[in-house]
C-alpha cells in the first residue's frame, strides 16, 4: 500500500517542522532589494562546504607520517584517478577562502554592519578569519614537501619571539623540540579536526546572530523590499558558481596543485616563501630586522587586532564610522603594497638588467640583486627536484620501503651537485662556455677557479680543449689562477705542434690528428650520454689509438710522443703524467679522485687536489664511497634510473661579482 506523497510530506513535516525552518530560512525579506554585494556570506559557506567535502576524500588517502605524507600526497596527486582534480580544488579554494573573507570584511566595515547591534557578530566574524587563516597555515605544512616544511619552519620559529611563554609555544606547536613526525600529526589533527570543528561551531553562532538582527542595509529606500528566496540566492548561487569556475579553472590550467621535493631538514631551502596572501607578513619581518622582529611578529600584528575587535566600539559615532573606513583602507593598501614589494624583490634579479645594477655601483642595489638571484636560483632548483624526485617515484621501481627521501639521496642528478658544490666547487667550476655569465641550473659558477672547468668532462669536445693552443692556457684548462701547468710541458706540447708560422697543411694535419685523439680518448670514458659510434667515428677512434700509441713523428716537428709521458694500454710507463687507459672511465675517475697523487695520475707532481678516500681510517676521508660514486655518475651523466628532464628553466643573468 503507498503512501500519497502530500501524507508522506505532512508526516516529515509534523515530525520535523522542516517547512516551517525552510521558509524561516528563504522567506526572509531584504529592504531595497537583493544585491551583488551581499553574495559574499554565502559563497564563503558554499567554499567552505566544498573544503570540507573534498577534504573528506583526501583524507581517506593522507597517511600523516614524515615516512609517508608526501608519498600519499603523490599518490592523490599522479596515480589516483581524478586525484589531481581533488587536490587541486581543495588547494585553490582555501586561497579564494581567504580572499573572499578580505572581501566579506570590507563589505562589512564599509556599510557598518559591524556596529551596534552587531557588534558580537563582527567578532564572531573576526574569529572565524583567524580560523580560516589557521587552517590555512597548517594545510601547508601537509604535504611534507620543502616549500611547506621550510616555510612553516620559518613561522612557528617566530613563536619563540612571543615574550614569557614563546618557547613554549614553539615546542607546543611542533610537539617537540624538532620538527617530525609530531609537527605533522600535530598540525594534521588542528587542519582535518580542531580547527575544522571550531569554525562549524562559531559559524553556527555567527548565522544564527544574523539571522537575529537581520540584513543590514546602507540605504533600504533605493529599491524594493525583496525575499532572500529567490532574489538574493540567485544571485549568491551566481557568485558562488563563479568562484567554483574560477577554481576549476586554475585547477585544470596547473593540473592540480603544486608538489614540491620531499621534505629534507639536512638541506635547507632558500626559496621558502609562504603563500600569497601572508606574503605582506613575510616582507613586514623584512622592516624589523635583528633585535626589532618581535615588533614585526607579535607587536605591530597585536596592535592592529586589538584595533580590528574594538573597530565596534570606536564606531559608534558618524566620525568614528569614517575613521574606521579610513584605517581599514589604509591598512589593506599597506598589505597589498608589502605584497608587491615581496614579489618585486623576490624577482628583481629577472626584470632588472644585470648591467645597470654595475653601472649605478649602489651597494644596495647589489645586495637587492644578489638576493633576489639566490633566490631564483633556489626557486629554480627546487622545481627541478621536484620535476626529478616525480619521475623517479613514478619508474616501476617505485618508492622504496625507505620513503621517498631515500629514493632522492640515492639518485646522482639530485645529490651529484649538491656534493660538488661541497667539496669540489671551491677550486672547479662547472660552466658551460658557451653560457657563460648565464646563471643556467647546470652551471656551478666559482667565480676565481683554482683548477679546470670539469663541464663535460669525458665528451669529445672537453677532451679537444686539452689539445687546443688557445684552450688549453684558459682558465677552463690550465689558465686558472696560480697554475703550475701553465708553462708546462703539455702546454708548451700542444702550443708547439702547430706554430705560428706553420703553413696551413701543417696546421690541418695536426688538428685532425688531435680531434682523432679526442675520439679515440672520448672512447675511453664510455659516457653514457655518448651516441653510439658509427663507422666513421669507429675509425677515428681507431686512428687516435694509432696515434697515441704510435707516436706523433709523422704530425708534429718534435717527434713526441703522447705515450713519451703518459702511459696508454701496454705502452708507456706510470709516474710522469696520468695513465690514459680508461681515461675518465668510472672506474679511472673513482680511482682519481680517491688519491690523485697515485702513481697512476699525477704522482710528485699532483700540487694541490686531496686526496679523497685513501686513508686507511675511514674517519679521516673527505668522502665515502657511496658520496664519491653519487659525484662521478653526475659528473659523467650516469643517471641510471631515467633520463635526464628533457628541458631546464632559465634563470637570470649571475650574480653580480660572479
Given at each position: 500500500?503507498?503512501?500519497p506523497?502530500?501524507?508522506?510530506g505532512q508526516w516529515?513535516?509534523?515530525r520535523?517542522g522542516?517547512?516551517?525552518?525552510?521558509?524561516?530560512?528563504?522567506f526572509e525579506?531584504?529592504?531595497?532589494g537583493a544585491?551583488w554585494?551581499?553574495?559574499?556570506?554565502?559563497t564563503?559557506?558554499?567554499?567552505?562546504?566544498?573544503?570540507?567535502?573534498?577534504?573528506?576524500f583526501?583524507?581517506?588517502?593522507y597517511?600523516p607520517?614524515t615516512?609517508?605524507a608526501?608519498e600519499?600526497v603523490?599518490?592523490?596527486?599522479?596515480?589516483?584517478?581524478?586525484?589531481?582534480?581533488?587536490r587541486?580544488?581543495?588547494?585553490?579554494t582555501a586561497h579564494?577562502?581567504?580572499?573572499?573573507?578580505v572581501i566579506?570584511?570590507l563589505?562589512v566595515?564599509i556599510?557598518?554592519?559591524?556596529?551596534?547591534?552587531?557588534?558580537?557578530?563582527?567578532i564572531l566574524?573576526?574569529?572565524?578569519?583567524?580560523?580560516?587563516m589557521?587552517?590555512?597555515?597548517?594545510?601547508?605544512?601537509?604535504?611534507w614537501?620543502q616549500?611547506?616544511y621550510?616555510?612553516?619552519?620559518?613561522?612557528?620559529?617566530?613563536a619563540?619571539?612571543?615574550?614569557?611563554?614563546?618557547e613554549?609555544?614553539?615546542?607546543?606547536?611542533?610537539?617537540?623540540?624538532?620538527?617530525?613526525?609530531?609537527?605533522?600529526?600535530?598540525?594534521?589533527?588542528l587542519h582535518?579536526?580542531?580547527?575544522p570543528?571550531?569554525?562549524?561551531?562559531?559559524l553556527?553562532f555567527?548565522?544564527?546572530?544574523?539571522?537575529r538582527?537581520?540584513?543590514?542595509?546602507?540605504?533600504?529606500?533605493?529599491g524594493?523590499?525583496?525575499?532572500f528566496w529567490?532574489?538574493q540566492?540567485?544571485?549568491?548561487?551566481?557568485?558562488?558558481?563563479?568562484?567554483?569556475?574560477?577554481?576549476?579553472?586554475?585547477t585544470i590550467?596547473?593540473?592540480?596543485?603544486e608538489?614540491?621535493?620531499?621534505?629534507?631538514p639536512?638541506n635547507?631551502?632558500?626559496?621558502?616563501?609562504?603563500?600569497g596572501?601572508f606574503?605582506?607578513?613575510?616582507?613586514?619581518?623584512k622592516?624589523?630586522p635583528?633585535e626589532?622582529?618581535?615588533?614585526?611578529a607579535?607587536?605591530?600584528?597585536?596592535i592592529i587586532?586589538?584595533?580590528?575587535?574594538?573597530?565596534?566600539?570606536?564606531?559608534?559615532?558618524r566620525a568614528?564610522?569614517?575613521?574606521n573606513?579610513?584605517m581599514?583602507?589604509l591598512?589593506m593598501?599597506?598589505?597589498i603594497?608589502?605584497?608587491?614589494?615581496a614579489?618585486?624583490?623576490?624577482?628583481?634579479?629577472?626584470?632588472?638588467?644585470?648591467?645597470?645594477?654595475l653601472?649605478?655601483?649602489?651597494?644596495?642595489m647589489?645586495?637587492?640583486?644578489?638576493?633576489?638571484?639566490?633566490f631564483?636560483r633556489?626557486?629554480?632548483d627546487?622545481q627541478?627536484?621536484?620535476?626529478?624526485?616525480i619521475?623517479?617515484?613514478g619508474m616501476?621501481?617505485?618508492?622504496?620501503?625507505t620513503?621517498?627521501l631515500?629514493?632522492?639521496?640515492?639518485?646522482?642528478?639530485l645529490?651529484g651537485?649538491?656534493?660538488?658544490?661541497?667539496h669540489c666547487g671551491?677550486?672547479h667550476?662547472?660552466?658551460?662556455?658557451?653560457?657563460?655569465?648565464?646563471?643556467a641550473?647546470s652551471?656551478?659558477?666559482?667565480p676565481k677557479?683554482?683548477?679546470?672547468?670539469?663541464y663535460g668532462l669525458?665528451?669529445?669536445?672537453?677532451?679537444a680543449?686539452w689539445?687546443?693552443?688557445h684552450r688549453?692556457?684558459?682558465?677552463?684548462?690550465?689558465?686558472?689562477?696560480?697554475s703550475?701547468?701553465?708553462?708546462g710541458?703539455?702546454a708548451?706540447?700542444?702550443?708547439?705542434?702547430a706554430?705560428?708560422?706553420a703553413?696551413?697543411?701543417?696546421?690541418?694535419?695536426v688538428?685532425?690528428a688531435?680531434?682523432s685523439?679526442?675520439?679515440?680518448?672520448a672512447?675511453?670514458?664510455?659516457?653514457p650520454?655518448?651516441?653510439?659510434?658509427?663507422?666513421?667515428?669507429?675509425?677515428?677512434?681507431?686512428?687516435g689509438?694509432?696515434l697515441?700509441?704510435?707516436?706523433?713523428?709523422?704530425?708534429?716537428?718534435?717527434?713526441v710522443?703522447?705515450?713519451?709521458?703518459h702511459?696508454?694500454q701496454?705502452?708507456?710507463?706510470?709516474?710522469?703524467?696520468?695513465d690514459?687507459?680508461?681515461?675518465m672511465s668510472?672506474?679511472?675517475?673513482?680511482?682519481f679522485?680517491?688519491n690523485?697523487?697515485?702513481?697512476r695520475?699525477?704522482?710528485?707532481?699532483?700540487?694541490?687536489?686531496?686526496?679523497f678516500?685513501?686513508?686507511?681510517?675511514?674517519?679521516?676521508n673527505?668522502?665515502?664511497?657511496?658520496?664519491?660514486e653519487?659525484?662521478?655518475?653526475?659528473?659523467?651523466?650516469?643517471w641510471?634510473?631515467?633520463?635526464?628532464p628533457?628541458?631546464?628553466?632559465?634563470?637570470?643573468?649571475?650574480a653580480?661579482?660572479?
Amino acid at each position: 500500500m503507498s503512501v500519497p506523497s502530500q501524507t508522506l510530506g505532512q508526516w516529515f513535516e509534523s515530525r520535523t517542522g522542516f517547512r516551517s525552518v525552510l521558509h524561516a530560512a528563504l522567506f526572509e525579506p531584504i529592504p531595497g532589494g537583493a544585491r551583488w554585494r551581499y553574495v559574499w556570506g554565502s559563497t564563503l559557506v558554499v567554499a567552505f562546504i566544498t573544503q570540507v567535502i573534498t577534504g573528506v576524500f583526501l583524507w581517506m588517502a593522507y597517511s600523516p607520517s614524515t615516512q609517508t605524507a608526501w608519498e600519499s600526497v603523490f599518490y592523490v596527486q599522479h596515480e589516483l584517478r581524478g586525484g589531481w582534480l581533488l587536490r587541486g580544488i581543495h588547494h585553490y579554494t582555501a586561497h579564494a577562502m581567504v580572499y573572499l573573507l578580505v572581501i566579506h570584511f570590507l563589505q562589512v566595515v564599509i556599510d557598518g554592519a559591524y556596529r551596534a547591534p552587531r557588534e558580537l557578530n563582527f567578532i564572531l566574524g573576526l574569529i572565524l578569519m583567524l580560523l580560516v587563516m589557521g587552517m590555512a597555515f597548517t594545510g601547508y605544512l601537509l604535504p611534507w614537501d620543502q616549500k611547506g616544511y621550510w616555510a612553516t619552519s620559518v613561522g612557528t620559529s617566530l613563536a619563540s619571539q612571543a615574550p614569557l611563554v614563546g618557547e613554549d609555544l614553539r615546542k607546543l606547536a611542533v610537539g617537540g623540540t624538532n620538527y617530525g613526525h609530531h609537527t605533522l600529526t600535530r598540525f594534521f589533527a588542528l587542519h582535518a579536526g580542531v580547527l575544522p570543528a571550531l569554525l562549524v561551531v562559531f559559524l553556527v553562532f555567527h548565522i544564527a546572530l544574523f539571522r537575529r538582527h537581520g540584513l543590514h542595509v546602507r540605504h533600504p529606500a533605493r529599491g524594493p523590499q525583496q525575499m532572500f528566496w529567490p532574489d538574493q540566492v540567485l544571485k549568491d548561487s551566481l557568485a558562488a558558481l563563479a568562484v567554483l569556475a574560477a577554481v576549476l579553472a586554475l585547477t585544470i590550467y596547473n593540473h592540480g596543485a603544486e608538489l614540491g621535493a620531499p621534505a629534507d631538514p639536512a638541506n635547507p631551502y632558500d626559496a621558502a616563501r609562504p603563500e600569497g596572501y601572508f606574503l605582506f607578513l613575510f616582507q613586514l619581518l623584512k622592516w624589523f630586522p635583528g633585535e626589532l622582529e618581535l615588533w614585526g611578529a607579535f607587536i605591530m600584528p597585536g596592535i592592529i587586532l586589538t584595533y580590528l575587535f574594538l573597530l565596534p566600539w570606536i564606531g559608534l559615532t558618524r566620525a568614528g564610522h569614517a575613521f574606521n573606513v579610513a584605517m581599514i583602507c589604509l591598512l589593506m593598501g599597506a598589505a597589498i603594497v608589502l605584497t608587491i614589494q615581496a614579489i618585486h624583490e623576490d624577482n628583481y634579479a629577472a626584470w632588472t638588467d644585470k648591467n645597470e645594477v654595475l653601472a649605478a655601483n649602489d651597494p644596495l642595489m647589489t645586495a637587492r640583486y644578489e638576493a633576489s638571484e639566490r633566490f631564483l636560483r633556489a626557486q629554480a632548483d627546487a622545481q627541478r627536484e621536484a620535476q626529478r624526485i616525480i619521475e623517479l617515484a613514478g619508474m616501476p621501481t617505485r618508492i622504496p620501503p625507505t620513503g621517498a627521501l631515500a629514493l632522492m639521496h640515492e639518485d646522482p642528478y639530485l645529490q651529484g651537485p649538491r656534493l660538488y658544490r661541497q667539496h669540489c666547487g671551491s677550486c672547479h667550476n662547472y660552466e658551460n662556455p658557451q653560457e657563460r655569465g648565464v646563471a643556467a641550473l647546470s652551471n656551478i659558477v666559482n667565480p676565481k677557479p683554482t683548477a679546470p672547468n670539469l663541464y663535460g668532462l669525458g665528451t669529445e669536445a672537453w677532451i679537444a680543449g686539452w689539445l687546443d693552443a688557445h684552450r688549453i692556457v684558459s682558465p677552463d684548462y690550465f689558465g686558472y689562477q696560480g697554475s703550475p701547468f701553465h708553462e708546462g710541458e703539455m702546454a708548451s706540447f700542444v702550443q708547439e705542434a702547430a706554430p705560428a708560422d706553420a703553413d696551413e697543411e701543417q696546421r690541418n694535419g695536426v688538428a685532425e690528428a688531435f680531434a682523432s685523439i679526442a675520439a679515440a680518448m672520448a672512447a675511453e670514458a664510455a659516457l653514457p650520454t655518448a651516441p653510439k659510434p658509427d663507422a666513421p667515428q669507429t675509425e677515428r677512434i681507431g686512428e687516435g689509438r694509432e696515434l697515441i700509441t704510435g707516436g706523433l713523428s709523422g704530425v708534429v716537428d718534435s717527434g713526441v710522443s703522447c705515450t713519451d709521458c703518459h702511459k696508454f694500454q701496454d705502452v708507456g710507463d706510470v709516474g710522469l703524467a696520468p695513465d690514459l687507459t680508461g681515461y675518465m672511465s668510472r672506474r679511472w675517475l673513482l680511482d682519481f679522485i680517491r688519491n690523485p697523487a697515485g702513481e697512476r695520475f699525477y704522482a710528485e707532481k699532483n700540487d694541490r687536489m686531496p686526496a679523497f678516500a685513501p686513508h686507511d681510517d675511514p674517519r679521516l676521508n673527505q668522502l665515502d664511497d657511496h658520496s664519491l660514486e653519487l659525484i662521478v655518475d653526475w659528473l659523467r651523466g650516469d643517471w641510471r634510473r631515467a633520463p635526464l628532464p628533457e628541458s631546464e628553466p632559465a634563470l637570470p643573468p649571475a650574480a653580480v661579482g660572479n
